[in-house]
């Protein structure tokens, strides 16, 4: 990517009422995880919100951040741990999301897409909800 990499990092709301988001902050500041692939890369957190909830219309709450996403600049969306573990509208996410900007599925932890039901080893947070 030529020039300012912009993050935008979208946590689940649900979860965003118990946890302050450590595991994803700590791993964007460290390079680690989802975020290693920047080493070297001019980077800034331009966004750190949540994705509205499970609502009748989660789409519309999705739609409305992607707005506000492209007004700031973001080119990159790291999508949460927390919805790729549990936000039944994750693919969709996904998609949308990738319309538009880069996506990567995950913040923390391992690559590999855990279901809900599965322990996270070293992912305290998600161990938890
Ligand atoms: S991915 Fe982990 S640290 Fe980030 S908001 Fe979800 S539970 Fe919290």
Excluded: W
């Excluded at 992607?66 to 996410?93: D, L, W």
């Amino acid at each position: 990517m030529s020039g300012k990499r912009k993050i935008a990092i979208i946590v689940r709301h649900e979860t965003s009422q118990k946890c302050i988001g450590k595991g994803c902050l700590r791993a964007f500041n460290s390079f680690e995880d989802s975020f290693e692939r920047y080493h070297g890369e001019d980077i800034e957190l331009v966004a750190f919100c949540d994705d509205g909830g499970v609502t009748d219309d989660p789409i519309e709450n999705l739609k409305a951040r992607i707005e506000q996403f492209k007004k700031y600049g973001v080119n990159t969306v790291h999508v949460s741990t927390c919805n790729r573990a549990k936000n039944p509208n994750y693919e969709t996410m996904l998609a949308l999301l990738a319309e538009e900007f880069e996506v990567v599925g995950y913040t923390h932890g391992s690559a590999k897409r855990k279901l809900s039901s599965e322990t996270q080893p070293g992912d305290e947070e998600h161990n938890k909800l």
